[in-house]
Structures are given as C-alpha cells and as structure tokens.
C-alpha cells in the first residue's frame, strides 16, 4: 500500500484532485478514486499538454501529473476529497515549462532565492509598470507585503480594493470597494493584501509562513495578512501599480452553497486562529450583534439562501472549534501588542451603513447569495 493508499484508508478520503498550474495561472486537475491513488503516485495522471498552456502542440505526447504527497489537503467543504499539487513531467523527465519545475529550480540554489514573491490571478490584467511599481514601493518602504490598485474590469470607475481593511466586527474586507480610483492616489499603510495582485517579501513568508493549508479558496490571502500584521510587518498599498481584475471570473466556476459556507466558516477559523484575546474581548459586544443579525436578519426578510448559509456556518465552525483552537496554539508569532491591533481597526458602522442600503434596502444579492 502506497503513502497515499494508507492516508486514504486512515482519513476516509475516497477520491483525489491531481492538480498542476499552467504558463497562464490555470489550475488543471484530474479527479481519481482512491483505488486508482496507488498507479498515479508512481506512473502520474494523464493530461493532454497542448490543451493547457504549456507551450505544447496537439503532436506532443501526454504529460504525466505525478502527485506530491506532501502537498495533501483535503477540503475542508469536502473531505471525502484530497487535493494534491503535481510535477509535471514529459517523456520521463520534469516538464521545464511546469512553473512548479521552474520555481523548484529557483528555490533549490540559494543564491537564486528571489527577494520577493508576487502573485497575480489569472483574471486579473496588469497594467504597464505595475510590477516595478510593486517592488520599488516594497524597496522604499521595507513593507513585508505591497497591496496594488485593483479596478474592476468591466468598470473602470470603480475600484475593487486598494488592500485590506479590518473591521472590529472580525471581518477583513476589500478597502475602497466600489469607490472611485482616484479617491486612492496615495500610498497607505493597510491591514493586509489581495493575494489577487500583489508582492510579498521572502523573508515575511520565512518567518510567519506561506497560506494556512486550511484554506482552499477564499479568504486565504486574508488571513495571511493579519498574520503579517501581528507579526509586525508593515503592508503598504502602492497606487500606481494598477490592474484590472475580472472579479468572479474564476471562482464565479465553483461559487455554489458549499462555497458560500465555507467562505463564512473561513472568516471565523481566522478570527479564532488569530486574534489576541484581550482584542476579541473588546470586540465581543460588536462581534454579537453582528452574529445575532446575520442569523436573524434574513428569516425576517426571506432571505433564505442566506438564511442557510449563516446557520450551516455556524453548525460548521462548531464542528472546526477544536481544529482553530490547534491553530490558534500553533501560531507563535504575535509581536504586536493588543492596543495597537484594535488601534488598527475600522469601526464598522460606516461600511455597514451602505452594506444596509445595498443589500437590504436595494435587495442586491450579498456575496453568500451569488
């Protein structure tokens, strides 16, 4: 019986993602069952290389996604299923057009370590300059993590973030959501990075570490922000490192109930995770009033889908307590002390205000509703 055979058979996952990134930030994956786990750990899952962009051509032989045990993570929404990063590889040999080949590579001899990491979406269309944009204000300000301008696709008179802002109601919410862009002209200091376009420095990574595997998608790059900001590295929003995003254009594929759920379950994980007690204390008052609406709010409404949403979180996280509260022992990196968290916090009632007018005075669908 293979490792991964055995971790199935322990674990009860009944079937594997076999995934791997293309040239273009795609994530291409093969579903397997678990009887199959045992022949793909060692002979790879079977792509079709010139169907991703790899720079390959329909007479190109099959590429082979031979599974990292290592990477294992089973989601969190559906834990009968494991998902595993992949190397490619081609004709016996690792695919040198992989990026997970070439940042190996890059990563296997010191002195080509890079300095930073950026991260960009596959829906998401840099403007000209916008990575020198990034590392210059990473270089002059010394921040561990630079937030670009982000501006929505379809309207370019609105901005989707500018970094992240923390609420004191236990939220980490896009900063400038829907505002105008040239509200936002100038560098701020901000409480954590959309990991849909932005830099973060290696040694910030080294220290606090990469995203929490608890994470599949959504609020992932949330949570690592708040680690940063704990850990008492400096996140910066650089204005003039522009680009457009397609918001939803990717995850709009997967966006369903459980989704939803879990994207709620996720919010309370990091806040349990990480959150000094002294700060939770103080938020408490807030924190229950926001909880007690968004469980009572959409039954007076119909609102059901919410409604569902809102209560599955909380049985949910109910059943998560004992795995946040490992987490939560786990992180050892809080260096700031609890007055300056809460001095970093936006009150909320402002950003709520218009999250009532539009939601429920317009009746427009929150994101748990799409």
């Avoid at 990292?68 to 040198?96: M, N, Q, T």
């Avoid at 997967?254 to 000094?276: E, F, G, H, M």
């Avoid at 979180?313 to 795995?323: E, H, N, Q, V």
Wanted: aromatic share 10%; net charge positive.
């Amino acid at each position: 019986m293979t490792e991964l055979a055995a971790i199935a058979e322990e674990k009860g996952i009944k079937f594997f993602l076999i995934s791997f990134t293309d040239i273009l930030g795609v994530q291409r994956a093969k579903l397997v069952p678990t009887r199959a786990i045992a022949d793909m750990a060692v002979e790879g899952a079977g792509f079709a290389g010139f169907a991703a962009w790899l720079d390959m051509s329909p007479a190109d032989a099959d590429i082979l996604a031979i599974p990292d045990a290592d990477s294992l993570i089973r989601l969190p929404w559906k834990p009968e299923v494991g998902w595993l990063a992949a190397d490619v590889h081609y004709k016996g040999d690792p695919f040198a057009n992989a990026p997970r080949v070439v940042l190996q590579e890059v990563l296997a001899c010191p002195r080509n370590r890079p300095e930073f990491v950026s991260l960009l979406n596959n829906d998401a269309v840099p403007e000209p300059g916008w990575l020198a944009a990034l590392v210059t204000k990473a270089e002059s300000s010394g921040a561990g993590a630079v937030a670009s301008k982000m501006i929505r696709h379809d309207n370019r008179d609105r901005l989707d973030n500018a970094g992240h802002v923390f609420l004191n109601t236990g939220e980490i919410l896009p900063r400038g959501a829907g505002q105008s862009p040239d509200d936002y002209i100038k560098p701020a200091s901000v409480a954590g990075v959309c990991g849909g376009a932005c830099l973060l420095r290696s040694s910030m990574l080294d220290d606090i570490g990469m995203f929490d595997e608890f994470f599949s998608t959504g609020y992932e790059d949330a949570e690592l922000g708040l680690r940063a900001l704990l850990a008492g590295y400096e996140q910066i929003f650089a204005p003039k490192a522009v680009v457009r995003h397609r918001i939803g254009a990717s995850i709009d594929k997967i966006r369903d109930l459980s989704y939803a759920v879990q994207l709620q379950v996720n919010i309370n994980y990091t806040y349990v995770k990480l959150v000094p007690w002294p700060v939770a204390v103080w938020n408490l008052p807030w924190i229950l009033l926001k909880t007690v609406a968004l469980l009572i709010l959409p039954l007076l409404m119909g609102r059901w889908r919410l409604l569902k949403v809102q209560w599955r979180a909380f049985g949910r996280t109910m059943r998560f307590l004992p795995t946040m509260f490992r987490a939560r022992r786990r992180f050892k990196k809080r260096r700031v002390s609890s007055s300056v968290v809460i001095g970093r916090q936006k009150f909320f009632a402002r950003l709520y205000a218009g999250y009532f007018r539009r939601f429920v005075i317009g009746g427009k669908p929150t994101i748990f509703e799409r």
